[in-house]
């Protein structure tokens, strides 16, 4: 068997050549020197314009039941550390921007991890654009699940919910014309999920042996990938039209001596994703089709998956400042039981509460219910800003009725609540 070089390893050489070439390209882009004296000869690489930022966060996290699993605990404490460099030439049209980001947590050595979310250069043209490097692309429009999102992959240890991606190394093309924006995607390294290790929380029945993942392809994680989108906006839609060739983001499984061996498949997917805005509701849908993707009985499939509804805004409710959001949406999967996803056939219901006080307070209350086996869960998440540097947020999620879902019945014994201070400098 060939030996394998850590993940952490094939990450850092493939960030040290995007670092030379971010360098070359800087040099290209950059004007030249004007004057002829050595001391001037490197001037031109001095930005017009530089600035750090970033975050702090200490997190704390309490399970309100024993833990299902042995090595596993009740509690957990966690800090973050998120800075970000950013320098700009030519007046903005050429930014370098850097955000690398760790995580050290007390309890799950997968989870205390290092990652490069972003470290780019953008380049503007006129109506064209060219982004190189590592770099972080939302595409989607609903609430629960977005179907569509798939430049990034998950870093499933930093949440559930599976918003937080790693940093995705490409080169990106666009074109904005009247009609929209056009872009094309090289995508020439492949980023596995993180996921939780034996001892954590949140994870299914067996622990994953995320150490031995496997490909279905030669190349393995530098299988080479591409992406086309197309987005516009038509009056009071806003559409967005997709297609990616290349390794599923979302690996499936197969048991390997008492262990989840996560497996990544080559697949093709199309997509859709549109909003509607009509006075104060909006309208919101996405929609894949997607060939090659392994269910839950490892067998290839072609399936479908759609999710959509509406958030309809009550404004300065009781005459006050706050507004008050409603959301309804409906998630469905044509695999059913075989898919690997807890939105297969969901209805999910939300509040969704900003105060538009100094303070930037929201809040965000979401149920969802899978209609066919009656699993349920329930979520609230909440800010607020302490001091114009401090802010504090609360997560808190329930499982209810887990026992026939699949992928739900590992959280059986994990509702929890989660309490995050973060400093931002």
Request: net charge negative.
């Amino acid at each position: 068997m060939r030996h394998r070089r850590p993940e952490a390893t094939r990450f850092a050489a493939g960030v040290f050549c995007a670092l030379a070439g971010i360098a070359a390209l800087i040099a290209l882009v950059s004007p030249a020197p004007a004057g002829a004296e050595e001391a001037n000869r490197l001037a031109f690489l001095e930005p017009e314009h530089a600035e750090i930022y970033g975050n702090v966060e200490l997190e704390g996290t309490l399970f309100f039941q024993p833990p299902q699993f042995d090595d596993q605990r009740r509690d957990d404490v966690s800090m973050a550390i998120e800075p970000t460099l950013l320098l700009e030439w030519n007046d903005g049209d050429t930014v370098f921007t850097f955000t690398p980001f760790t995580r050290f947590d007390s309890q799950d050595d997968h989870r205390t991890h290092f990652d490069i979310r972003d470290m780019k250069i953008e380049q503007v043209s006129g109506d064209w654009a060219v982004t190189f490097g590592v770099d972080r692309e939302f595409w989607g429009r609903t609430e629960a699940v977005h179907l569509v999102d798939i430049v990034n992959q998950t870093d499933l240890v930093e949440g559930i919910d599976g918003e937080e991606k790693l940093g995705q190394p490409l080169l990106k093309l666009s074109r904005l014309t009247g009609i929209g924006e056009f872009s094309a995607y090289y995508f020439p390294y492949f980023r596995k999920r993180t996921l939780p290790g034996p001892e954590g929380r949140l994870r299914l029945p067996l622990p994953y042996a995320t150490e031995r993942a496997e490909f279905e392809t030669g190349a393995e994680e530098w299988t080479p990938a591409f992406a086309g989108r197309y987005t516009g906006v038509f009056g009071d839609v806003d559409l967005g039209l997709h297609g990616y060739w290349g390794l599923s983001r979302d690996p499936s499984f197969r048991v390997s001596r008492g262990r989840l061996l996560p497996v990544y498949s080559r697949i093709a997917q199309a997509g859709i994703d549109a909003q509607y805005t009509f006075g104060a509701t909006l309208w919101k849908g996405e929609a894949i089709l997607r060939q090659g993707q392994r269910n839950a009985s490892f067998e290839r499939e072609l399936y479908v998956a759609a999710t959509g509804g509406l958030e309809h805004t009550l404004y300065q409710i009781g005459g006050t400042d706050a507004d008050l959001g409603l959301l309804l949406e409906g998630a469905y999967d044509s695999r059913g039981d075989e898919a690997l996803t807890a939105f297969d056939n969901e209805v999910v219901g939300g509040l969704r509460l900003t105060l538009n006080d100094t303070q930037d307070t929201a809040v965000l209350l979401t149920g969802a219910v899978d209609v066919t086996d009656g699993s349920a869960s329930v979520r609230l998440e909440a800010e607020r800003r302490l001091t114009p540097h401090i802010t504090a947020a609360v997560e808190a999620q329930g499982f209810f009725n887990t026992a026939d879902d699949f992928v739900n019945r590992g959280f059986a014994d994990d509702s929890f609540v989660r309490l995050k201070i973060k400093y931002y400098f």
